[in-house]
């Protein structure tokens, strides 16, 4: 795979900066399911006081959601997802490497290998497809489309685009990397990788997910 600059997406933010680009898209709202994996992923890889001192970091009206229960069904305001990564960001970061991106892969392991196991196929391409169709389950904003590249061969590959109207908030297309890793995965695919190259915060038209993998069986490859 061609080897590309990170995007913006996948670089920094400050506080104010995260703050400027999320009163732009206060409308905007994702699922449940997102926010309660990123709880459980705290839970179950770090215990409950690391995830009793990530919340205590947040401000006062996102505590009160958070220490409630979140439903995975229900819709919730995107920056409330944003501020919560980079609370965990701010705490682990330093010693996980590419966290946000394990944050996206344990996601998927949730919601496609779980809440919405009935949305895997041992297909890899008919997954990127319907991936694609049924976005509107997880956010309320953008359409998606999957353009296929290579169908046959030992690599195939392909492309989930993302168009969005305003460029979402830096980063949040970063946990995207791990979570279509890992459903490639799940999918039976091998050795994916993803690689993203366009980025609507850096004058794209669209987001664009390229997704290599090797064609196989089921997959038995575990979580680290």
């Keep these: 795979m061609d080897t ?3 995007p913006i997406c996948c670089r ?3 506080d104010d900066e995260r703050a400027a680009q999320l009163s732009t898209v206060r409308h905007w709202k994702v699922q449940g399911s997102l926010i309660k994996s990123r709880l459980l992923y705290l839970q179950m890889k770090h215990g409950i006081a690391t995830l009793k001192h990530i919340l205590q970091s947040l401000g006062e009206a996102d505590r009160a959601v958070l220490t409630k ?3 995975v069904g229900e819709w919730y305001e995107l920056g409330l997802l944003i501020r919560l990564d980079a609370a965990i960001v701010a705490e682990l970061g330093a010693t996980t490497p590419d966290l946000l991106e394990a944050l996206g892969a344990f996601s998927a392991e949730l919601n496609i290998g779980g809440t919405y196991e009935s949305l ?3 297909d890899v391409e008919g997954f990127l497809q319907l991936s694609a169709v049924v976005s509107p389950t997880f956010q309320t904003f953008g359409s998606a489309r999957y353009e296929p590249e290579n169908k046959t061969g030992l690599v195939r590959a392909g492309t989930v685009c993302l168009a969005y109207d305003t460029a979402p908030p830096s980063q949040y297309c970063q946990s995207g990397i791990g979570y279509f890793r890992r459903a490639v995965e799940l999918c ?3 050795h994916p990788e993803v690689t993203i190259t366009g980025c609507r915060r850096e004058g794209a038209p669209e987001c664009r997910f390229r ?3 090797q064609p196989s069986g089921a997959s038995t490859i575990p979580m680290t």
Excluded: A, N, S
């Design 4 to 6: 590309l600059p990170r």
């Design 12 to 14: 920094p933010v400050t």
């Design 69 to 71: 229960t979140v439903f």
């Design 120 to 122: 895997v196929q041992r």
């Design 188 to 190: 039976g695919g091998i």
């Design 211 to 213: 997704i290599c993998w």
